[in-house]
């Protein structure tokens, strides 16, 4: 049945905790501290770090790849057995415990810190997915835009608090300062603990649960399920090239956050101060654009912001890829000395704008037009090319820049955004709801009382 109501304010508040809450693990363990931590003291390979830039690429790849697996599959076993809170609590409370372990690793403790960042990373990236499943829920399809875009939105300023405060407290990362900055596991696992309890008190199951029929297992319902869904995937067409345009979007998307910052400190050659000044104008206006386009895919649809953040995205990297000769031309037309540093912040500005806007337009679109039955199994999906994405966009930009250098290999990001746009125009976002909204579960074996 359609969901033509918002839900209660509070629970929308307590959705949008969950993206608050789990953004300290991204940017404390994969993007700013631990990453860190993990090259430079805990392999140690000085000077260049290239066995602990590997096993770092090779930890993240492993847990994306079972992530690629396991998400479709769950999401087949929540829409059937309705226990998708179940399924976000258990990857919550994974992700607190093997992040909060991450304190008793020392320096040489190879295998058991790769251990527990592939369970953290997984456990945190299925939850991205659980936690999306509930979107269709929380209001009629017109008003997921703006909800998206609010969680989203808390999720980057969610993300900021974790890492400012961290940052001054646990200091830099160093030999001397091990003991504090060691502290970084438990400390973002227990802000996601806290920051999350609102979600639980308040998101709610909207069906009531169904028991797993006798002689019949949950690996069995799930194939049922998935195989089903697969043969009549030609009926959801326009779900299917959303999906294949987020795959080239998010490959860029995953290049940006992981190798932006390296580009700062080589091509652009940044300082200290600037670093940091980027790091916040980043997460600021993630947050402005996703709550700002959300609001605006309630007037204009989901598609229309869609494109729109993309071609937001080929301004900013076109941004990227020529601040030196931006700041070159600028300082011999209107006569000044800005440094390139400084101007780079101007890509920084467009880059978060499409940050937040395009992935939770986005998300919003796949909520759009998934039925409701299949809501979890259809953001099992969206995970599934997600992390795909970040497999090849990561692995492609590595051979271009092994060919081409940095500075120029950032162009494979332009590809993959004009990839994506072309891969989004076959989508017909109201022919799309009709499909979803029409859509009857047809009864299978895995279905039966």
């Not at 693990?25 to 602990?52: E, N, S």
């Not at 040489?108 to 810190?113: C, E, K, Q, S, V």
Request: charged share 10%.
């Amino acid at each position: 049945m359609e969901n033509t109501q918002l839900a209660a304010k509070r629970e929308i508040f307590g959705w949008s905790m969950f993206d608050f809450a789990n953004q300290a693990y991204t940017l404390l363990i994969i993007t700013v501290v631990y990453g860190d931590l993990f090259t430079r003291i805990i392999v140690g390979d000085a000077p260049d770090y290239r066995l602990g830039n590997l096993l770092w690429s090779g930890a993240l790849a492993l847990s994306y790849a079972m992530v690629v697996v396991a998400n479709p599959v769950c999401g087949a076993v929540m829409d059937y057995s309705k226990r998708r809170k179940q399924f976000l609590f258990a990857s919550y409370v994974l992700t607190v415990i093997t992040t909060s372990l991450l304190y008793f690793i020392e320096p040489g403790w190879i295998f058991p810190a790769i251990v527990l960042i592939v369970l953290s990373n997984f456990a945190y990236a299925m939850g991205e997915g659980f936690i999306a499943s509930f979107l269709t829920d929380l209001g009629p399809r017109k008003s997921l835009g703006w909800i998206s875009g609010l969680g989203w939105s808390v999720g980057y300023l969610g993300g900021m608090v974790a890492t400012i405060v961290a940052l001054l407290f646990l200091g830099e990362v160093s030999d001397e300062n091990f003991e504090n900055v060691r502290w970084v596991g438990p400390f973002a696992g227990i802000f996601f603990l806290v920051a999350a309890i609102p979600t639980f008190i308040w998101l709610t199951e909207k069906a009531p649960k169904r028991a797993k029929p006798q002689h019949e297992t949950w690996s069995n319902i799930a194939k049922v399920r998935l195989m089903d869904t697969l043969s009549q995937m030609h009926r959801f067409n326009d779900l299917r090239w959303l999906l294949v345009s987020i795959f080239f979007s998010m490959a860029g998307i995953y290049i940006i956050i992981a190798f932006s910052f390296i580009y700062g400190a080589q091509v652009i050659g940044w300082e200290d101060h600037v670093r940091v000044l980027m790091f916040v104008t980043v997460q600021v206006t993630a947050a402005i654009g996703a709550l700002g386009f959300g609001v605006l895919q309630t007037l204009k649809g989901a598609r229309y912001i869609y494109i729109l953040t993309l071609w937001l995205w080929i301004l900013a990297i076109l941004a990227i890829w020529q601040t030196p000769s931006l700041t070159q031309l600028l300082n011999v037309s209107l006569g000044v000395e800005w440094q390139a540093q400084y101007v780079f912040l101007v890509a920084g500005v467009l880059s978060g704008l499409s940050l937040g806007a395009s992935q939770s337009s986005a998300r919003a679109l796949v909520g759009t037009l998934s039925p409701r039955a299949k809501a979890a199994e259809f953001f099992g999906f969206w995970g599934m090319a997600s992390k795909l994405a970040a497999v090849f966009g990561i692995l492609g930009l590595g051979l271009m820049q092994w060919a081409f250098g940095l500075a120029d290999a950032i162009v494979f990001c332009l590809i993959l955004f004009m990839l994506a746009i072309l891969t989004i125009l076959p989508v017909n976002e109201g022919r799309g709801i009709d499909t979803a909204v029409s859509w009857k579960e047809p009864s299978t074996r895995a279905d039966a009382p």
